[in-house]
């Protein structure tokens, strides 16, 4: 019953997402106000993580059979996505490396910025 509460919690944060989505004349999907609404909640304590864990965190372990159909959907399209394979490829490469090169700068300007204000410096590096 309690993985049953917390999923119907997600569903609602959720909901409100679409409900966002269908009212603000923004070109932003309505997971992403899901998401946005699921951390001011927890931010500002209106829900508590206790809420929530334990099923966000199957969610979370259920994740890559999520994909499941969207691999699926780019086998049935193979014969559109064909002729384009090798600049699809290209660009899926060279956003990737984006991705990763933006998140480690991010992340070590993080690590910078918290231990200059908890005080805590690493010698290590």
Not at 30 to 58: D, N, P, Q
């Amino acid at each position: 019953m309690k993985y049953l509460k917390q999923f119907m919690i997600i569903l609602a944060i959720s909901f409100a997402g679409e409900i966002l989505k269908l009212c603000l004349p923004l070109p932003i999907p309505a997971s992403i106000y899901g998401m946005l609404l699921m951390l001011v909640a927890l931010l500002t304590g209106i829900l508590k993580l206790r809420h929530v864990k334990e099923t966000g965190r199957f969610l979370i372990e259920i994740m890559p059979v999520m994909f499941i159909p969207a691999g699926v959907g780019l086998i049935d399209s193979w014969g559109q996505l064909c002729g384009i394979i090798v600049p699809v490829s290209i660009v899926t490469v060279a956003v990737l490396i984006i991705v990763m090169v933006v998140t480690g700068r991010v992340a070590q300007r993080v690590i910078i910025f918290t231990q200059k204000f908890s005080g805590h410096t690493d010698k290590t590096n």
